[in-house]
């Protein structure tokens, strides 16, 4: 008989955060399939779980699942678990997933922690509809690029950022989405918590001041506010135009007051 794949949710920070199902099912499998074997070691001798730990990781995904799936098919439970949080978001995993699940093997996840839930809850920022977006691009024309792409989704975007990234990422989205409510959350469940609210130029001006901005960070990124401008897309862009705007500098406008793509504001205004 196979056995079951367990994707366990991990402590984002706070180990008080692992629930009793974790534990249970991470003292019960045969093996854990991990990113950093010490990273999670530290975890497992805290909670006093001599199992052992092999590693999986975005290296040797690819060949460690297939290994992986003929362990299950031989009978083991194995428990999946990334360095901190609810896997295979933004962590590998996706593979050994769907391999086990092609094989007709039972994949069974164990909910737990998130930084992206935990950030919403916090945020202040509208959570009846969100978006979660992944890391933003290292480069500013590819941020850029992605971030016009969402300027017309009616939504809470959500991002990860690196620490030594996020008051270049604050750079565009102010220039991208002008002056939307954005929240920056900063070592959600540790010691240093914080949370800094209000616009993204505001928000990078707090974190350029500093010398220098550490720990891992969560980027929410508010709706657009409604638009009043119920103008035709073409006499708004005109009379942008007539103020002394290039054209494209007034279709960005337009599109970043109505919370549209530039692309959608142009395609509309040249029919």
Do not use: W
């Not at 949710?9 to 093996?31: F, K, Q, W, Y």
């Not at 996840?109 to 919403?120: E, H, K, M, T, Y």
């Not at 509809?129 to 290292?138: I, V």
């Not at 009043?228 to 708004?236: C, L, S, Y």
């Amino acid at each position: 008989m196979a056995g079951v794949l367990y994707i366990v949710s991990t402590p984002i920070g706070n180990l008080e955060d692992i629930t009793t199902r974790a534990v249970r099912v991470l003292r019960d499998v045969d093996i854990i399939a991990c990113e950093d074997t010490r990273h999670t070691r530290k975890i497992l001798d805290h909670f006093g779980i001599a199992k052992p730990a092999i590693s999986y990781h975005e290296h040797n995904e690819a060949a460690r699942a297939a290994e992986l799936v003929e362990r299950l098919s031989r009978g083991e439970n194995i428990a999946l678990v990334s360095d901190a949080g609810t896997p295979l978001i933004s962590d590998p995993g996706y593979r050994v997933v769907r391999a086990a699940i092609d094989a007709g093997i039972s994949v069974v996840p164990i909910p737990g922690p998130s930084a992206i839930v935990a950030a919403l809850s916090a945020s202040g920022l509208a959570t009846d509809s969100f978006r979660f977006c992944g890391f933003l691009p290292p480069k500013t024309t590819q941020r850029r690029k992605l971030l016009e792409s969402l300027t017309a989704e009616n939504c809470t975007l959500v991002f990860y950022e690196a620490p030594h990234r996020v008051v270049d990422a604050l750079d565009d989205v102010a220039a991208v989405m002008g002056s939307r409510p954005v929240v920056v959350a900063r070592e959600l469940t540790k010691l240093h918590e914080e949370f800094l609210r209000g616009t993204a130029a505001e928000i990078r001006a707090q974190l350029a001041s500093r010398d220098t901005v550490r720990g891992e960070i969560t980027l929410l990124i508010g709706k657009g506010a409604a638009t009043t401008d119920e103008r035709p897309i073409e006499d708004a862009v005109s009379a942008l135009e007539q103020q002394g705007l290039s054209r494209m500098d007034a279709i960005k406008q337009v599109a970043k007051e109505r919370g549209l793509s530039k692309r959608e504001v142009y395609r509309l205004f040249t029919k």
